[in-house]
């Protein structure tokens, strides 16, 4: 025991050394995946939270024709609405009611056109009855809650005070309704109200119902309004409006603080199969519809988590790795320093099992000291069950280098004998080479094989335990260029030795002389392993976040955009409007149209519908990354015959390659148009409103495109003789404004206010999606990653300069002793240190950046960017760190090592063999 | 020769009342009590003495390996105790040349390259560097094995070796520590004589450590220290 103490504390450094690289990778090998869990976790309770529109559970269902009866009473709407809530909420899978909040219920009518003395230019009404558990609660300002109709035959219907105002109509009050068909109902105001909690969620199902709202353009704006059924008047409202005017809506809203990464797949499950399958929930009235963008979200959000957790498990297996070769170029130097003690235990009779054993126990108390500071810093930054996979890998290594390294060394003073026969010595060197290459073979062959699995299957794959391999596939390609460049060092040393035997000097020759005799395989791959590592987090790092500011311009498409939910006539003005203001550089109003139905020769696709001025939108994307669009005004050209076309025509467009030369034709509403393609669509922004990606693009003249449509319309209702109906008339309006400049997101906020339309700025893009928990989290763990690498490899250095320090100090104290001065012993260590650790850092940093290259689409960079395609690979400077620290921590070792030199006394140096 | 120990003027050493102690207290150990001794140029004197009687420490203080605690070294006149560290390193290079037990090769370069390194020191030119270890290797019997690293060299072909790489900076010193210590006694013997005779072509002075008879019969005189002090005359012993 006492012998076991002595010799742990002659080497003591060594051992602190490993008990801190095992602290630190337990740590994070541990604590990491726990934290990416809880990270998991705040990132799908964030999307749910910040949805726009919410992610609510919509049942929504017709009454069906003929079921009403204007004489029922508040029963029928007690059964048909209240009850049917319950019953939903009754029906819904176990798993849900947890995440589901209690529903809030309405029946509402179709729009209704009316005019008042307030409002004599019109305006669109829904009626709706609201319910949440109850009716809502209101203060009655003026009359009495709507009930049966009178003698009249009216509905009775209750107006906010602000909706009242606006339609100039009091308690009491009567107008008229029209209906689509022309028909005509009386409806009397029986009560003015006040609502007793505004910000009730019940009134979020209908808040026109509480303030009315302007749509349209300024020259013809148009007024929508709520008015408030009561129980007892819902049954008149649907006979008035029969077949079928009023459409029941049960919606569960979700509790984002309900839901978790490890219950989001059967959530997404189980929405997906309601909305197949909407008969399940027992909905009253006929095909009952089950809608919700949860399924969706919680998808999105999954493969976001899937992503970030691949690319953590990639750096976490590399720093796992990357440790285990710090471990065994600890062991190695361990056996070193103690050669000749092992040789003579072993001289004297020892057992290697016993050597084994004692190194192993040694080693155990090490690791075990450096594995529990590990987990207890890990449990104390994320309390949870330990995370073993890498943690087992490192503790093992740990554990069995030591013994191992010190049984072959105490073995080698028997096994080293060489053959004095030369047929027998060759044979010997000959295995020896056989077996060397046979296991670089090996290692590059895996390698191969790993990372070509990792590209081919994608990083999302990656599921667990299992996939271990396929993490480290980094790593592999890492320690296989490794010991590629380390047959690379032996000839460059050589030229350098030829060069320096040329020299005058002595410095070079024992300097190069040196560094060819006493260079280690494993620590040069173990250097390069580490430096590929903070290298390749360097680089992602740098990928990450300029691909999120490349993600933004693909996201927003300029500085701001304005987008409303349905197409309005009303963004001409608001483009007008920020044209007009200060600081705004340019402005584009279109419209976007997700998921049109394009036919061509191959079929039928599912595409874009750009539908812009094509002047103004190149002058905006101009001002853009995606720069000048030379197409747009190609297209602009080829338009101006057709907006001002009668007859139906093709529509020139710009399409993608491959529907170049071809006759498309598109699905615009309810009519087909040809298509004439012009060219090719440019760089334009490729996400969808919801992030996803667009997918194929088709760019139009919109006001080309309403020409089209117009005269499309035209010719089908002369065909049929009868009035052009269908979608002549909204065909084209915008949903998107653009604009780029300076203060382009203040204007926009100002202009889009009236409308009511969502105001989506990029840098806002830029900075949700830089402190979303799992990009950021990424980043944090790419940083630490890289630190903790480039702490390793300064430790390698270390141990290796320590390795080969006993020789160097012998044949500088000899160079020394025939004359080389301090400055000079200087200058052969820097030499013989410097060149293989900066092989192996530039090596590293090279190897770092390919493999970036290659990763980059098999880890799935853009989940985290947000970029529609690949972010391109940009270089962080912190990548080439490595190559100055090791220069720094090799002369700070030869500083150390020379003042050390200075206090020896040469004689006795020269003494010992 | 038969010169006295302090009566030769112009002598290539000179050591006055030199001593040099290591370690501190009861653990002190006194490896050279006053030791005075004059050596005279072209002289080879062994040094004789049982282990620890203070041969190395003397011969490291001749050689500016070390630095007496009193006294004085002085080479060539040259205060060896009073030059700075690189002034002492000049001094090695130029000057004295040293022949160890332990050969003191460099196992990293090849029997040549070993040779050559003093003249590299000294930025001798390639072509001139290249002659003289050529015929310094012939001189020692070791052409043939120019190429070939110290591993890969007998132990009296690494003393002939470590002989040649003594000769090449041309020194007006030269010290040996037991050259033949780890030598069997023919190849001593043959050592012996190449110093001996090296001295001779030379003109070289020379210190010997030795406990050999044979060596110390072909110095020219013997001096014996006996715990850190010189006895007798300094005439051969």
């Known amino acids: 025991m006492r012998v076991a103490w002595r010799r742990a504390r002659a080497d003591l450094w060594p051992l602190l050394v490993t008990v801190l690289v095992v602290a630190l990778t337990v740590m994070l090998t541990d604590a990491v995946p726990r934290l990416l869990v809880a990270r998991a976790d705040t990132a799908v309770r964030t999307a749910v939270a910040q949805a726009d529109p919410p992610t609510d559970l919509v049942v929504t269902s017709l009454y069906g024709p003929g079921a009403s009866d204007p004489t029922a009473g508040a029963a029928d709407t007690t059964g048909g609405v209240d009850d049917a809530a319950r019953r939903i909420e009754d029906a819904l899978p176990p798993s849900l009611r947890p995440v589901l909040g209690p529903p809030v219920a309405s029946a509402t009518s179709i729009d209704l056109g009316f005019s008042t003395p307030g409002l004599p230019t019109g305006g669109v009404l829904w009626m709706t009855y609201l319910w949440a558990g109850q009716e809502p609660a209101v203060r009655w300002l003026d009359g009495v809650a709507p009930g049966r109709p009178g003698p009249d035959g009216a509905v009775q219907l209750a107006l906010s005070d602000d909706v009242a105002r606006t339609l100039g109509v009091g308690a009491g009050g009567t107008f008229q309704v029209v209906l689509p068909d022309h028909t005509t109902v009386p409806v009397l105001v029986t009560g003015v109200f006040a609502p007793q909690d505004p910000g009730a969620a019940v009134w979020a199902a209908r808040p026109e119902v509480l303030r009315p709202r302007v749509v349209g353009p300024r020259s013809e704006p148009t007024t929508v309004v709520g008015g408030l059924l009561s129980a007892a008047s819902l049954p008149a409202a649907r006979a008035a409006l029969e077949p079928d005017g009023v459409t029941r809506r049960f919606q569960f809203p979700v509790d984002p603080g309900a839901v978790d990464y490890r219950s989001s797949e059967a959530l997404a499950t189980q929405v997906a199969a309601l909305e197949a399958s909407p008969d399940v929930l027992l909905a009253p009235g006929p095909q009952p519809t089950v809608t919700s963008r949860l399924d969706l979200l919680l998808s999105q959000a999954r493969q976001h988590v899937a992503a970030t957790w691949s690319q953590a498990m990639v750096v976490l297996a590399g720093l796992a790795c990357g440790a285990v070769l710090v471990l065994l170029v600890a062991a190695d130097l361990l056996a070193r320093r103690r050669a000749v003690a092992l040789r003579t235990v072993r001289a004297r009779g020892a057992s290697l099992a ?210 409303t939910t349905t197409p309005d006539a009303a963004l001409q003005d608001v483009a007008g409007d920020l044209a007009a203001a200060d600081g705004v550089d340019a402005v584009a109003v279109g419209r976007v149209q997700d998921r049109s139905q394009l036919f061509d020769v191959r079929g039928v696709d599912a595409v874009r519908v750009v539908a812009i001025d094509p002047v103004p939108y190149g002058e905006l994307l101009a001002r853009t990354p995606f720069g000048p669009a030379p197409a747009l005004a190609a297209l602009a050209d080829a338009s101006d015959g057709a907006t001002t076309r009668a007859t139906p025509g093709p529509l020139p467009a710009l399409v993608a390659d491959p529907l170049l030369g071809t006759e498309p034709s598109l699905r615009w509403g309810d009519v087909t148009i040809d298509l004439q393609p012009v060219g090719r669509v440019p760089a334009l922004p490729a996400q969808r409103t919801d992030g996803s990606n667009a997918g194929p693009t088709v760019v139009v003249d919109r006001a080309a495109l309403a020409a089209v449509v117009r005269a499309a319309v035209a010719a089908r209702a002369a065909k049929v003789g009868s009035r052009p109906v269908g979608t002549e008339q909204a065909a084209v309006d915008p949903n998107t404004v653009w604009a780029v400049g300076p203060h382009a997101a203040t204007a926009a906020r100002a202009a889009a206010e009236p409308v009511g339309g969502t105001v989506l700025a990029r840098t806002r893009w830029l900075a949700d999606r830089r402190s979303d928990p799992l990009a950021d989290g990424l980043l944090t763990l790419l940083v630490l990653v890289a630190a903790v690498c480039a702490g390793l490899a300064v430790v390698v250095v270390v141990l290796d300069a320590a390795a080969s320090a006993p020789g160097r100090a012998r044949s500088l104290a000899t160079a020394r002793v025939l004359g080389l001065r301090g400055r000079g012993t200087a200058r052969v260590a820097a030499g013989e240190l410097l060149p293989p650790t900066l092989v192996a850092a530039l090596g590293g940093v090279l190897l770092g950046v390919l493999l970036v290259g290659g990763l980059v689409a098999p880890l799935a960079l853009r989940l985290v960017t947000g970029q529609s395609a690949d972010p391109s690979v940009v270089l962080s400077w912190w990548a080439v760190v490595p190559v100055g620290l090791l220069t720094a921590t090799v002369l700070v070792v030869v500083a150390v090592e020379s003042s050390a030199r200075r206090r020896e006394r040469l004689g006795q140096v020269l003494r010992v063999r | 020769m038969s010169a006295q120990p302090g009566v030769e003027p112009g002598a290539t050493v000179r050591l006055r009342d030199v001593h040099r102690t290591f370690g501190e207290g009861r653990s002190a150990v006194h490896a050279l009590r006053g030791v005075d001794l004059d050596v005279a140029p072209g002289e080879l004197v062994a040094v004789v003495g049982r282990s620890g009687s203070g041969k190395t420490t003397l011969l490291n203080l001749v050689g500016g390996l070390d630095r007496p605690d009193e006294g004085s070294v002085r080479v ?115 050592v012996m004589a190449l110093i001996r005779g090296v001295v001779e072509a030379e003109g070289m002075t020379a210190l010997v450590a030795t406990h050999d008879p044979v060596m110390i019969a072909l110095a020219d005189r013997a001096v014996r220290l006996v715990d850190g002090r010189l006895v007798g005359d300094g005439a051969r012993v």
């Open chain 2, 76 to 190: 060539d006149d040259v205060d060896v105790a009073a030059l700075t560290e690189d002034g002492q390193a000049l001094l090695r290079r130029d000057r004295v040349a040293f022949v160890f037990q332990t050969f003191g090769l460099i196992p990293v370069l090849t029997a040549a390259e070993n040779v050559g390194v003093p003249l590299r020191l000294r930025e001798t030119p390639v072509a001139e560097r290249e002659r003289r270890v050529e015929m310094l290797l012939d001189l020692v019997g070791l052409a043939p094995h120019a190429l070939q690293r110290p591993d890969e060299l007998s132990g009296g072909q690494q003393q002939r070796v470590a002989i040649a790489r003594a000769l090449a900076g041309s020194p007006r010193l030269l010290v040996a520590d037991e050259p033949t210590g780890q030598l069997d006694s023919e190849t001593g013997l043959a």
């Open chain 1, 354 to 563: 016993g050597i084994a054993g004692q190194a192993g126990a040694e080693s155990a108390v090490v690791v075990g000291a450096g594995a529990a500071v590990g987990l207890t810093l890990g449990a104390l930054v994320a309390p949870g069950a330990v995370t073993w996979p890498w943690v087992v890998v490192i503790l093992v290594v740990g554990v069995l280098a030591p013994p191992a390294t010190a049984a072959v060394t105490a073995a080698r003073s028997e096994a080293r004998r060489v053959p004095t026969d030369r047929h027998r010595r060759r044979l010997a060197q000959r295995v020896r080479t056989v077996r060397r290459v046979s296991v670089e073979v090996a290692l590059l062959v895996l390698a191969v094989a790993a990372l070509a699995a990792l590209r081919r299957r994608g990083a999302l794959s990656m599921s667990g335990a299992a996939d271990l391999a396929l993490a480290a596939a980094p790593v592999l390609v890492a320690a296989a260029g490794a010991l590629l460049m380390w047959r690379a060092v032996p000839p460059l040393l050589g030229a350098a030795l030829r060069f320096a035997r040329r020299s005058r000097k002595a410095g070079p020759l024992l300097a190069v002389a040196r560094a060819r005799s006493t260079g280690a395989v494993l620590p040069f791959v173990a250097l390069v392993v580490v430096t590929t590592l903070v290298a390749l987090c360097a680089a992602l790092a740098g990928t990450v976040r300029s691909g999120q500011a490349d993600g933004s311009w693909d996201g927003v498409g300029a500085d701001v955009l304005v987008r």
